[in-house]
């Protein structure tokens, strides 16, 4: 807007979509409080105050949880399938449990039946009839397809084959003996586990968001910081190519600048690549915001004083200009992350994000599709992995909406 | 001086478009080889074959000189270049998408801007209300749920009614009557067409009204779909600067002089509020015609994003181009006009 003259920007006057950012108000108590209370003590409780924000972090824990553990929760392995003869599980239903004894009527320990897969002559579908004849009890903590623990598995596998950090356990939270099997929510068309396959995809799914963020967050409060804070020519520049970037609507950019890598690379390395484009091509709002921020920063008093004693350049926007915006930082990251989710479920959706074996939520729900929208309504478990997307967008959203409360009380809508 | 503003203003575009455009030239210039590389492997064409082809698009040039008589013709003939792949002048090739593209958003566009108002407004004059409470939990829902998820539930939502449709439609009976004319399909137990743009086998028997009906039934489920994100985004927006501008004290200095109270919501307070809505119609055109994107893709709706994807893959590269540019165009035209409306409303914006 420039050349228009509008009187100064106040908490009304913002971009719509995106984070709303505000001026942060330092050393700005929200409400009268006791004498002694520091900053940090004020935010944490008015944080727990906003109980759908602590219900969301509790959910997210829970997420990340399953995410990190989903090789000992999961019964199956991430691309194990069973699609063959007897043990075809094509689309099979979710798992039946019983608890009951069919003949007492006394509870007893939980125990499947065997599936027999029988095709129906008519109509071609693949029907599954249970074997009433051997009952197969769910056990516990059982053996199955061996994978690395959890906190070796968070060191990516090169590095880790390099070392020769490959230590395997095969213990499972639950399971049951072969030809039983146990499908919590159904299989896909090769006969995958679909709850296995959720957690697993969780790990895509929601570290990509963070990780994109992160790098946002870091080019859109340094280059926005620079603008703001040192001005002149570079500010132009800058500001120049946050519009050029602007102009170019973010889906069509993300897809030219996917089209630069191969389609069907490892999924290490898309994962790589899908972060990166994220986090370049989205900084340039955060940075618009943050360079506003600076603007007025520079101005305060504790700037100046540290320009007086001679602080360099650099250490006065990272020490003391920067910190400023925090405030507006923890949301807006917050409030990124969700955004992120969905561009990658919508990737992977398109068959441009992560590619099979490997799974994410969107990519799940492609598959899905692949098996023909005509047949959703016989097998309504393929829809599983959007409800996750959704409650996963949701609590971050809450998560958002509560830091924001919290943190610049100013701005509670 | 409203003129002398326009005209610096559309000035001002120009090397933003030059910029904006350069960069997505270099970029998808920049993937690894080009659209002959598909032909590389066929043992009819030889080499020769391949660089005469490079020459025809002149795809043997340096990148720079692409892009500057690419520009120029854009300039000079208003023409986008020939795609590679159709063999057809881009203008040809990206014009009925960009159409299907806008009926489908252009419908949302409007269908949000005429919801967004009241909703945000009652929502606001109620705050804390079983209905704020309501559409606040709706907007969150809108905001969360992907759009190509939301629109395959839609999708088998219908089919779901679709057996009991068809028994329907067999038994005959009051209950057929009542529902022919407010199903799409009563015979073959669709509410609405689940895919496409048009009825394909009957299109050429139609009168143009029956065509328009039978857009508008095509139209129902994906504008459902592309309104609602937009929407619950939207709602909470102006929903916050209402509630703001409610607790101002020029509200407060209207309400105690005696103007009546939809006086003191919708010319005081309103007015103000809908600054950012305005200030927004720049970018919610793209947001729209992405977001968009994935639903034309799940209903086979032949648009912008379908064709950008494929000609992205192709390495397609005038076509890619064609389409960014009008999607630029779109925008910048979206980010003016928000800037000229926003002066129109608010008179505290000087042209200088």
Redesign the interface.
Known sequence: MAGMQQPPPTPTGQPLGGPVPGAPVPGAPPKATPLGTSHASIVRSQFRKHRLAMFSLFLLALLYAGALFADFIAPYGEGQSFRRGEMNRSYAPPTTIYWTDPETGRLTRPFVYPVVPSRDVQTLRVTYVEDRASPTPIRFFVQGPAYVPPPLSLVPVGIRNQLGWNWRVSTHLFGVEAPATIYLWGADQFGRDVFGRILFGARISLTIGIMASLIALVLGLLLGGIAGYLGGVLDDVLMRLVEVFATIPSLFLLLALRALFPIEINPTAIFVVLVTILGFISWGPIARVVRGLALSLREEEYVQAARALGARQARVLLRHVLPGTAAYAIVAFSLLIPSFILTEAGLSFLGLGISEPASSWGLMLAVAQEGGIQTFTQRPWMLLPGLFIFIAVLAFNFLGDGLRDALDPKLRT | MVLS?VI??LV?MI???L??TL??FL??Q???GDFTDRFALDPNIDPEQLQRMRERFALDQPVLVQYANWMWSIVRYGYLGESFSYRAPVNAVIYPLVLNSMSLVLVSLVLTYVLTIPIAVYSAVRQYSLGDKVVTFLS??G???????FI??L??GV??L?PTLRQVAAEGGTVEQVLRPITYDLDRGLVFP??GMRTSQRVEQMSGWERFVDRVWHLVLPVVVVTTASLA??V??L???M???LRADFVRTAAAKGVPPRGVVYKHALR??L???I??IG??L??L??GA??VE??IRWPGI?PA??AA??A?DLYI?MG??TV??VL??IGNFLS?VLL?LVDP?????
């Open positions: 503003y610096r203003r001002q090397p933003t478009f910029g904006a960069l997505a970029i998808i920049a993937a690894p969150f829902l905001l969360a749920i992907p759009n190509f998820f395959l539930i999708i088998t089919l779901f679709q689940v895919g985004s939207l909470r927006v929903r916050g600067q509630l703001e501008f103000n509020a600054n950012p809505l200030s927004g970018t919610l793209p947001s015609v992405g994107g994935l893709f799940v994003t950008f994807v992205v893959k390495q890619v389409l960014l999607s630029a925008l910048m800037d002066g505290r914006i000087r042209y200088s």
